[in-house]
Structure formats: C-alpha cells, structure tokens
C-alpha cells in the first residue's frame, strides 16, 4: 500500500518561489509523478522522479530522496496562471495513485 | 495523435437510467484506466486495464461495469447510480514497458439525480 502526504494549502504572490513538500511510504516504488490540475479540468503532467536529485524544467523543478521518502516540486518565477492543484502520485506496477493535492494562490 | 478522448463531456442520469462512458486513445498504449474524482478530492483509481484485460478493480461496487473492446477504446457501463457516484471520470492511458507516460483525457462531468 501507499501514503501520500502533502499540505493542502498554499498561498504566495506573483513573481515569488513557492516549494510544495511531499512525504510518502511506499511497499513498492517505481517513480514519482507531479500533476498541475485547474478545476473541472484533466491532470497535466509536470514531472516525473525515479532517481534521487533534482530535474529542473523551466520554471518547475522537481527533487527526490528516496531514503528519505521525500520530494518536493519547486515553482519559480510564479504567474497568476499557476494557481492550481498540484498534486504527488506514487506509481507501484500498473498502478498510480495520488496524494490529496495542495492547492496553491497566486495573489498579484 | 497524442490525446486520450472521452465522451461525453457532461451527462446527467437519473438512477434507473443506464448509460456508458467512452474513453479513446491511438497512441498504442496497452494500459488504460478510469479514475473517480471528486470535487476538491485527488482522483481515486477505479479500474485498470492492461493488454485489454482487467488487472486491477480497486472495489468498485458492481454498478459499475468497466469493458475494453479492442486496444484503442475503454467504456465505462453505469446502471442504478447513487446520486453520492456524481463526480468527474477521468480515463488515462499509457505506453507498454513505460513507468511514465500517462496521459489524461479531460474527463466526463457526471451528475446522478
């Protein structure tokens, strides 16, 4: 089985860094996924983990530490555009399966 | 095509009514899902399909009939809803040997009255 923790709320303003913590445990680990998802709308893919460090892609960045069942999605240079849902999923085989989502602001 | 397409976008049934929903990709990916999502909830995983077998049913009550014809298509067969199963059904599909790769489709807004 897997548990998924992430804050379920985050506030910061326009052209500021906000970094989304992600705690989890899992029996079996093949990758760690991060999702954008605006309301009513489909997840989108932002990033993808299976090996400890940190994968930058423009103004998201993405890290793990699989000793330490941790990652964390780091997005930078905010725009009003971003205010989401950004939720961790785990895969474990066929399956995938996401943590409760933190909403973030953006207040201009 | 990259896209996975579900149809229809919104659909209101009553609970006698029987309906089904349509997911299709032309990606060649093998393994194709149907995830619940509720409003301010992450999505829940329903079902798993993998070369057009079931692999995995995380108990979803048997109103729900999940069916794959062929490689590119998913439906999902709804009779005697709650008006509790109203939600967004997102369908994702993804490539044979890869650990990555899902891709959504923009979902069914379903609504049980």
């Known amino acids: 089985g897997q548990n998924i923790d992430q804050p379920t709320e985050m506030t910061a303003t326009e052209g500021a860094i906000v970094q989304i913590n992600c705690t989890y445990q899992?029996?079996?680990?093949?990758?760690l996924f991060w999702y954008q998802q605006h309301a009513g709308e489909a997840p989108t893919f932002l990033s993808y983990?299976?090996?400890?460090g940190l994968e930058e892609k423009g103004r998201f960045s993405s890290f793990l530490s699989r000793s330490k069942g941790y990652s964390y999605l780091l997005l930078k240079e905010l725009q009003m555009k971003d205010s989401a849902s950004y939720l961790c999923?785990?895969?474990?085989?066929?399956?995938?399966?996401f943590g409760a989502g933190t909403t973030v602001t953006v207040r201009a | 095509d990259t896209e996975v397409t579900q149809t229809p976008k919104h659909l209101v049934m009553g609970m006698t009514n029987k309906k089904s929903l349509k997911c299709e990709q032309h990606?060649?990916?093998?393994?194709m899902y149907w995830y619940k999502q509720k409003a301010k909830k992450p999505p829940e995983l329903m079902f798993v399909?993998?070369?057009?077998?079931?692999?995995i049913n995380e108990s979803v009550p048997s109103r729900f009939s999940p069916e794959c014809p062929n490689s590119s298509l998913l439906n999902l067969h709804l009779h005697a809803l709650q008006p509790e199963d109203s939600a967004l059904y997102l369908c994702?599909?993804?490539?044979?040997?890869?650990?990555?790769?899902?891709?959504f489709g923009s979902g069914t807004r379903l609504t049980v009255v």
């Open positions: 994702a599909s993804r490539p044979p040997g890869h650990l990555y790769g899902y891709t």
């Open positions: 899992t029996s079996g680990f093949n990758g």
């Open positions: 983990n299976v090996l400890d």
């Open positions: 999923a785990l895969t474990e085989g066929y399956k995938l399966s």
């Open positions: 990606m060649g990916h093998r393994a």
């Open positions: 399909y993998s070369y057009e077998k079931l692999s």
